[in-house]
């Protein structure tokens, strides 16, 4: 019984076919790894820049995966999530974009009938004269907000 041995392709085509033992084994692309027997080994080694023995230990599918960067950035977000939860709220991080500063620039983001709804919220009985619009209209709004 012939030994396998396990080759990488370190080529650049897409597609390799071994044309140098005559295995017909193909190798899909820069990385894919494959077996072939130990005497065709011999001949595809004089091809360092094409193929090179693998020697990385198959690793179980779950330690695999363990070590991938997929695992990596699940993990770092489960740790930030973790953090999040266990801090005291006043010492978290906001994880939305904060709200614009000053009123102005809330009010200047709003339709006039958000602001007109807003000033009407926040001071109850108060109306926003209906042909105010515009600057005008957020104008009279913070002055009413301030009075």
Same mark, same amino acid.
């Given at each position: 019984?012939t030994d396998?041995i396990?080759?990488r392709?370190?080529?650049?085509?897409?597609?390799?076919?071994?044309?140098?033992?005559g295995?017909?084994?193909?190798? +899909?692309?820069?990385?894919?790894?494959?077996?072939v027997?130990?005497?065709a080994w011999?001949k595809?080694k004089?091809?360092?820049a094409v193929w090179?023995?693998d020697?990385a230990?198959?690793?179980?599918?779950d +330690?695999?995966y363990?070590?991938?960067?997929?695992h990596?950035e699940?993990l770092?977000?489960?740790e930030?999530?973790f953090?999040?939860a266990?801090?005291?709220?006043e010492?978290?991080?906001?994880?939305e974009?904060?709200?614009?500063?000053?009123?102005?620039?809330?009010?200047a983001?709003?339709?006039?009938? $958000?602001?007109?709804?807003?000033?009407?919220?926040a001071?109850?009985?108060t109306k926003?004269?209906?042909k105010?619009a !515009? $600057?005008?209209?957020?104008?009279?709004?913070?002055?009413?907000?301030? !009075?």
């Amino acid at each position: 019984m012939t030994d396998k041995i396990k080759v990488r392709y370190v080529g650049s085509k897409p597609k390799r076919e071994d044309s140098v033992a005559g295995t017909g084994v193909v190798w +899909i692309g820069n990385g894919d790894v494959q077996e072939v027997p130990s005497e065709a080994w011999e001949k595809l080694k004089r091809f360092p820049a094409v193929w090179v023995e693998d020697k990385a230990e198959e690793l179980p599918v779950d +330690i695999a995966y363990a070590l991938s960067p997929e695992h990596s950035e699940a993990l770092r977000r489960e740790e930030q999530e973790f953090q999040a939860a266990t801090l005291p709220l006043e010492t978290q991080e906001p994880t939305e974009p904060t709200e614009p500063a000053s009123l102005a620039e809330r009010f200047a983001k709003m339709t006039d009938e $958000e602001v007109r709804a807003y000033v009407d919220a926040a001071i109850p009985g108060t109306k926003l004269h209906h042909k105010l619009a !515009g $600057e005008n209209l957020r104008a009279r709004a913070l002055e009413a907000l301030k !009075g």
